[in-house]
C-alpha cells in the first residue's frame, strides 16, 4: 500500500464504537475519518506498510456456534448471539465444560472421566469429529451481514492443537507428563500431527464458505502460567513448533494472517513462537513487550504495553505520553499494534495521540 500523507481532517470524530473495557455508561471509544478501512489499515501494518498503530477496533472476532468448542467455553461471537445461559456442554472432542458466569469462561466438568490419561492410548480412546457433516453454508448464509463490518476479520479457534487441548484430554498433570515421558513421545507426536491435520481441514472449510469475510484466523493455546512458561523451550521447539509451522504455512498460503493467543509469563519462548510462522501475537502485561519489541519487532507484529499515567495526568500529559510511546515503539516497516492488556492507558487523549503521532510517523 502506498503512503498516505496525514491530514488533520482525519482527526474529525466520525462516530462511537462500543467500550467493552469501561463501565457501564460511560461514552464510546472515538472513531476518526481514517483514509482507509479497518480492514486495509490491518492487513497494511501486517504486511510492514503500516498507516497508523492499530489498537482493539481494526479486527473483529468470529467464533461461530457452528463450532461446538464455541458454546462449550462461552465465547461464541456472531450475528445470532447466544444468551449465556446456553453456554456450556460438550466440545467437538465430547469433553464435558461447564460455563462460570462470574469469570466469563469455562472449565472442564469437575468429576467427569478423562477421554484418556496417557498420550499411547489416544487412537483407541478418541473420537475426531465430522467437521464436513456441519452445516458451514447456513451459517454463511446467517453470517453474512457481520462479516461485512469493515474490519479484518478473524476466526478464532478456542481450543487449538497444542497445550490446551492436551489438558483438555488428560488433565494438566498428565499432559505436563507426556511432554517429558520418552514412552508416551511417537504417540504425542502423532495425536498432534493428527490435530494439526484436522485444524487444517477447517482452515479450507472456512476459507471456502465464508470467503473473503475471513481476514485470518486467531489460535488459542496458552503456554504459560503468570510466573513462567509451562514447558521448556526445547519441549517447544520438538512438539508445537513443527506442527504449528505446518498451520501457519497453510494460513498464508491461503492469503490469510496467522495470529497467536497464547497468554501467561511466556516471553521466554519468543524464539518459538517467531519460528512457528505466526504473524502476530499480544503477549500479556507480566511480559516485557517493550523488550520483545526491540528485539523481535521485525519479525513479529507484537501487542506492545505502556505504562498509565498518574490519576491526575492532564489530556495534554497523555496525549504527550502517547506520542512518546509511538517514538520510542512504533515505525511503519516495523509496525506493533497497542496491547489490549493496556487498557488503563485508553483514554480520548491518549488514544488520540496514538492515532495522530502513527499517521505523522
Not at 500500500?1 to 463501565?23: L, R, T, V
Not at 472449565?107 to 458451514?136: C, H, I, Q, Y
Request: negative net charge; aromatic residues 14%; proline residues 7%.
Amino acid at each position: 500500500m502506498s503512503k498516505i500523507p496525514f491530514s488533520e481532517d482525519e482527526m474529525k470524530i466520525s462516530g462511537y464504537a462500543p467500550n467493552f473495557f469501561a463501565p457501564p455508561g460511560a461514552p464510546g471509544i472515538p472513531l476518526y475519518s481514517y483514509p482507509v478501512s479497518f480492514k486495509e489499515a490491518y492487513k497494511a501494518a501486517i504486511n510492514k506498510q503500516s498507516l497508523w498503530i492499530p489498537t482493539d477496533q481494526e479486527t473483529g472476532i468470529f467464533t461461530p456456534k457452528i463450532i461446538p468448542d464455541n458454546i462449550a467455553r462461552g465465547f461464541v461471537f456472531e450475528q445470532n448471539m447466544m444468551p449465556m445461559e446456553e453456554y456450556g456442554g460438550k466440545d467437538m472432542f465430547g469433553v464435558e465444560w461447564v460455563y462460570v458466569p462470574m469469570v466469563g469462561g469455562s472449565m472442564e466438568k469437575p468429576g467427569d472421566p478423562r477421554p484418556f490419561e496417557n498420550a499411547n492410548d489416544w487412537k483407541e480412546k478418541l473420537t475426531f469429529p465430522d467437521v464436513d457433516s456441519w452445516d458451514w453454508d447456513q451459517s454463511a448464509r446467517d453470517n453474512e451481514k457481520y462479516l461485512k463490518n469493515g474490519k479484518a476479520n478473524m476466526f478464532w479457534f478456542l481450543n487449538g492443537a497444542g497445550f490446551e487441548r492436551l489438558i483438555s484430554f488428560m488433565g494438566f498433570e498428565n499432559a505436563a507428563m507426556a511432554l517429558i515421558d520418552e514412552e508416551q513421545e511417537d504417540a504425542l507426536h502423532e495425536l498432534l500431527q493428527a490435530l494439526i491435520d484436522l485444524h487444517i481441514h477447517m482452515v479450507d472449510i472456512v476459507c471456502e464458505v465464508y470467503g473473503d469475510g475471513i481476514d485470518g484466523f486467531t489460535y488459542h493455546d496458552d503456554w504459560g502460567s503468570q510466573k513462567a512458561p509451562f514447558f521448556s523451550k526445547n519441549v517447544a521447539a520438538d512438539f508445537f513448533v513443527p506442527v504449528y509451522k505446518q498451520f501457519t504455512d497453510h494460513i498464508k498460503a491461503k492469503g490469510k494472517i496467522a495470529d497467536l493467543h497464547s497468554c501467561g509469563h511466556i516471553e521466554a519462548q519468543i524464539d518459538a513462537i517467531v519460528n512457528a510462522g505466526w504473524q502476530s501475537w499480544t503477549p500479556m502485561g507480566m511480559n516485557d513487550t517493550k523488550k520483545l519489541y526491540k528485539e523481535y519487532g521485525d519479525k513479529i507484529m507484537l501487542g506492545v504495553c505502556d505504562s498509565p499515567l498518574p490519576a491526575d495526568a492532564t489530556p495534554e500529559e497523555w496525549e504527550a505520553h502517547a506520542e512518546e510511546f509511538i517514538r520510542d515503539y512504533y515505525s511503519p516497516d516495523k509496525p506493533c499494534s497497542f496491547s489490549l492488556y493496556a487498557a488503563d492507558c485508553m483514554n480520548d487523549a491518549y488514544r488520540e495521540g496514538l492515532y495522530r503521532a502513527s499517521r505523522q510517523a
